[in-house]
């Protein structure tokens, strides 16, 4: 289609996302909210013990995790980049928490400071790698991963930290039955989603998303939406990583090796755009409660564990599809 | 002989198409005309077959033509020189031109580079492109670009050769060029359908025209003895004038934006001028002569290496965009609304309102106003009377017109009283053209903007700027004051701007 030519004036395609539409929910998490209560109920018909409040408890906290991970990933897909340094940021983290704690008997509280410091300034770096040496997230996430995780083995010797009991009260604990966890993650996510929505700084980071070349030549200091987007992904794989330490009652250094896999498929499966500009908080937490419930349904179905990651990958790719299907036929939609 | 018959085509709420019936002879240049909308793309996809008609048939030497695809029709001869560029950025020209017919050393599959070379070669210097066949395409500029599109079609020896905007960034000569091969071609029997905005080419070139008007054929006549305004009626249904927009006086006017031996290097070579308020200042030259560089400058998107800038009689020092913007007011209309002007997949509100979200926020809970954001789009798209369905439309989906009025709503909104607007109407039809020209005066002349027109549309130029300054080889090589006061001729204006380019 040549540029100047209108498109014929067709009313807005509306399963189309736009990156900032004010559409209470769109399509796309609608179908996300309707697969989810679909899984549910499945699931609850297949097992007595899905309803019970332990299962909902251990449900609802790993999925906090989930989005805390797709979150710190959703950050940087946001302004079109990529990171895959999320996990070995979280197991760095975890390292300096575990030195904190454990070999050098800080107080708690220092602790957690220091050890979310190392994520928002391993994220700020990538930031900074990327805008000042115009270097691809791809290459430099890359190498900071490698970085991360070789310092990681290195300090700790693969065995694990002590924590003291106090500690683990956030990451075990619930109010009335609800996981400290997952109340703390639905207000980090609520805010999320009113930042991208309505203030200056989240609409900013979208628009530097969408066309960053535009945004610039708005007016729009793309480069340090860029690293602002770094260091939020850094400060939530930190955190995530310290709230996993609380609930594991030890600082392991394996922690967040399998986050990178799970960062793409619960930020995808929410319907973040991997172009960028495109993100729901709603989505991304729907994302993170059917990538659950399929990770207890198989274990649920007594599914071979070993074929585990096969489903999500499938999943992952189900994900894609919709989403393209969906295209296709809104552009469809329109030709005819 | 490529005919058309009967073709009809709908689109929701649209009919793209009402039973258009046009015959393309061999040997012949025929323009196809029309506005943004009167379906000439429409027309162009059913021939290439990227759409079905609804109903009637596309003939082509008597047979009905049933392209399942693109690659069908390339493969019955007919190309496509489309005016988005269509090139493989990564590779050389050579493989650009030669890719679905690499020469291979006998049947060994082993590709052989000096044969191609010598082919591509003999196709680049038809289109006049002096630059060896191995250069990457990503080097190239946009004009080299095109041509080598062309190259491309004429390497596939392309019966019927469709060409849509062709000479939209090509130089003068480069297009004279262009259309010397043309008549070549047309004298071998080559059916040539050339699509155009510009008026000039389509008498220069053509010899029929048919027009197009909401979606239905207007006529098609022969260019000998059509005149301008008639074409121009058919087009647009009235009459158009091409008379200076009206006098702005500007010379008494405060001095807004003063620029003293600016220099980027290999860009621009000490470029001085004064913008004062209430004026148009013109800045005429060929793609490279240094008026866009110069003004990526202006406003901190690329760094001063020499030089000083004053804005409002104080030095300034422009980092970035956003201190354009923020500090001096100075917005910027970038000559490529697609790629750097707009966030397409974005609602019409948030292009409009982008530059002015601080404004909008809500003390205590950081929060954009909703109805104040509303209120400005709303406002914005009312004064620029732009054709949309509402602030939530898809910005994608307007018409390139009304794209282009969002872009300079942006920063009439941000109250910018200093506007650098860099080709306003590329790619933009007639009618939405003298819009933004009005739009443009009212704002210099009403509302005391300063603004700079970038343009190589010399009649966009000389009908709306009061004075121009010319731009040739990374300097100003001339200036022309006074073009609104109603003493000097558009031929002599234009006399005097063909003196300075050479």
Known sequence: MTPNEPRPEAPPPACRPTGDRRERISGRTLGLIISTAALFALLALLSQSFLSGYTMFVISRQMAFYVLIALSQAFVLVIGQMSLAVGAIGSITTIVLGLGLDTWGLPPVLAVVMALGVGVFAGWLNGALITRLKIDSFIVTLSMMFIYMGLRSGISGGSPYKVPEAFTFIGQKSLFGVPYVFLLVLALLGGAGYMYRNTVFGRRMLATGGNAAAARLSGIATDRMVVWAHILSGAFAALAAVLWASKLGSAAPETGDDWLIISFAVAIIGGTGLNGGIISALGVLMGSAIFMLIKHGLVEVKANPYYANSFLGLLILLAIVVDRVREIYSDKQKEK | ?502
């Open chain 2, 1 to 502: 002989m490529l005919e058309l018959r009967g073709i009809n085509k709908r689109f929701p709420g649209v009919q793209a198409l009402d039973d258009v019936g046009i015959a393309f002879a061999p040997g012949e240049i025929h323009a196809l005309v029309g506005e943004n909308g009167a379906g000439k793309s429409t027309l162009i996809k059913i021939i290439t077959g990227i759409y079905r008609p609804d109903a009637g048939e596309v003939l082509f030497e008597g047979a009905p033509l049933r392209f399942r695809s693109y690659r069908d029709s390339l493969e019955r001869g007919i190309d496509i020189v489309s005016q988005e560029i269509q090139v493989i950025p990564e590779s050389t020209i050579a493989e650009n031109l030669m890719l679905d017919k690499l020469i291979t050393r006998g049947r060994t599959g082993i590709i052989d580079w000096p044969a191609i070379h010598r082919t591509a070669r003999r196709y680049l210097d038809m289109v006049g492109l002096p630059l060896p066949p191995d250069t990457v395409i990503k080097r190239l500029s946009a004009a080299h670009k095109q041509l080598v599109q062309i190259a491309k079609a004429l390497a596939a020896e392309a019966r019927v050769l469709l060409l849509d905007e062709p000479t939209s960034s090509l130089t003068e000569h480069e297009a004279r060029n262009l259309f010397g091969l043309l008549r070549g071609l047309r004298d071998k029997g080559v059916t040539i359908i050339f699509v155009s905005h510009k008026f000039e080419e389509v008498f220069a070139l053509c010899d029929k025209v048919s027009v197009l008007r909401d979606g239905r054929l207007v006529g098609t006549r022969r260019i000998d003895g059509l005149t301008r305004a008639e074409l121009v009626t058919m087009m647009i249904g009235r009459d158009v004038t091409q008379a200076h927009m009206g006098r702005l006086d500007a010379e008494a006017g405060r001095e807004m934006l003063r620029a003293e031996d600016v220099v980027r290097k290999g860009k621009v070579e000490s470029a001085s001028f004064t913008l004062r308020e209430g004026e148009i200042l013109g800045f005429y030259g060929l793609v490279g002569a240094g008026r866009t560089e110069l003004a990526r400058v202006l406003i901190g998107e690329d760094r001063l290496d020499g030089g000083a800038i004053h804005v409002r009689g104080k030095k300034a020092r422009i980092r970035n965009v956003a201190d354009s913007l923020e500090r001096y007011r100075i917005g910027y209309v970038t000559e490529n609304r697609k790629e750097e002007g707009l966030l397409l997949e974005s609602p019409v509100r948030t292009n409009v309102t982008i530059s002015v979200w601080p404004r909008l926020v809500r003390k205590l809970t950081r929060y954009i106003s909703r109805t104040r954001e509303l209120g400005i789009t709303r406002d914005m798209i009312r004064d620029l009377s732009i054709r949309v369905t509402g602030p939530e439309q898809r910005t994608e989906d307007l018409s390139g017109g009304n794209q282009q009025k969002i872009c300079i709503s942006k920063w009439l909104a941000a109250d910018c009283d200093i506007l650098i607007v860099d080709e306003p109407t590329v790619g933009v039809d007639i009618g939405a053209k003298e819009q933004i020209h009005q739009i443009l005066w009212d704002l210099a002349r009403h509302r005391k903007k300063a603004i700079i027109l970038i343009s190589s549309d010399m009649p966009e130029i000389i009908r709306v700027a009061s004075r121009i300054l010319v731009f040739k080889d990374r300097r100003i090589a001339g200036e022309i004051a006074g073009v609104d006061d109603g003493t000097k001729t558009y031929a002599e204006v234009s006399a005097a701007i063909g003196r300075y380019l050479n």
